[in-house]
């Protein structure tokens, strides 16, 4: 059985679009740490430079921070659909993934069953033997003239 050149997961990524690769990252992204902090940092500061008096003069979105609103809102407009596109493509994939180990599966049960059909007929072949070898000597200890 030939194995093929590259995993399946590779092959899977390489028929992959554009769209659904970045859809996959966004996510990817977005589900991290690294992403919760940089957004707890940006809260953080956003309310620090909008609440403190000696930022007044600077203050581009006051309590109770109308403009944040809107831009988390957005955000969680933008986010949302690429997590569930990506999360549709995790479902493709597992269900390939799902079908790939069960083709696997079938195909090596049909090779050990192959295999133990062939023990089965050595073993049978082997015991043949043996008792064709058990039967030699008790015929030849009978003598000629009395059977």
């Known amino acids: 059985m030939r194995r093929p050149s590259k995993t399946w997961h590779a092959m899977h990524t390489a028929n992959s679009t ?3 690769r970045i859809a996959d990252h966004v ?19 956003w309310v620090i430079a909008n609440t403190i008096w ?5 203050q581009f979105d006051p ?11 957005a ?8 997590i569930l596109m990506s999360q549709n493509r ?9 079908q790939h180990d069960y083709d696997t599966n079938v195909a090596a049960k049909e ?3 192959t295999i133990l059909r062939e023990l089965a007929r050595l073993e049978q072949q082997k015991l043949d033997k043996i008792l064709t070898l ?3 000597p008790a015929q030849a200890a009978v003598p000629p003239g009395n059977g």
């Open 18 to 20: 554009s769209g659904e």
């Open 27 to 45: 996510a990817a992204f977005i589900g991290s740490w690294q992403f919760i902090i940089i957004q707890s940092v940006i809260f953080v500061v």
């Open 54 to 58: 000696l930022f007044e003069r600077y």
């Open 63 to 73: 309590y109770p921070f109308i403009l944040f609103n809107l831009f988390m809102s």
């Open 75 to 82: 955000e969680a407009a933008y986010s949302s659909p690429l």
């Open 90 to 98: 995790q479902a493709d994939r597992d269900r390939e993934q799902a």
């Open 111 to 113: 090779e050990i069953e």
């Open 134 to 136: 058990l039967e030699r």
